[in-house]
């Protein structure tokens, strides 16, 4: 066998048999699909994502009835085997008029053609025991992804932590509302671009009937 042959067949290693099962009964609506050591995942596109989730949790041979996890990646719009050197990262600099906390600052990569962010679900069948691992490609401009709450009710908070976090929209969730964060939080923590030295101020509870602040100040005793 020539050399680029073999190392193409090392890797892109044949689909495991639940792998298998999942592009039998999705078929065209898988647009790539990995399978390592018991990692198996599938990029389908979002316009396509609940039809493929119910599919995959009503389908008996397949059944996934449990979502245990709803996260997100963002890639820059770079593809998902992208690295970066950690020094590009988070580099050493000058302290800057003896303030400690500019002493190392984060270069972000440039940003690539693909979608910048990537919805991630993971799932979980508990009659057959096998995992599976969906990615969704999300748009910097149009962040928004349709809710698999009709599919899974699990998902409400996990999506919530993920637009709190990431920013993006889940279309059709029924409390769409940040989970960590308070409401007059500015931007969002874990995308690449935020800043690794930001400050956000501290703010009043502005609930119904609130007297406190968010934040109590301790008592002091008189």
Known sequence: MP???EQASQSTPSPSPVLKLVLDRLGAMVLEH?????????HVVRENLVEVCRLLRDTPELHFDMLIDVTAVD?????DDF???PEVW?????????????????TPPPHGPNPRFAVVYHLLSTRHIHRLRIKCRVPEDIPEIPSVTGVWSGANWLERET????GIVFTGHPDLRRIYLYDEFKGHPLRKDYGKCDEQPLQEYLGPGAS???????IRPE
């Open 3 to 5: 050399a680029e042959h």
């Open 212 to 218: 406190l602040p968010r934040r109590p100040v301790p």
């Open 163 to 166: 637009y709190d976090l990431y």
């Open 90 to 106: 988070d580099g050493n600099r000058g302290v800057i008029r003896r303030i400690p906390t500019y002493r190392h600052s984060v």
């Open 34 to 42: 990995h399978s390592v050591r018991g990692d198996d995942r599938i």
């Open 75 to 79: 890639y820059m719009g770079q593809p």
């Open 83 to 85: 690295q970066m050197n």
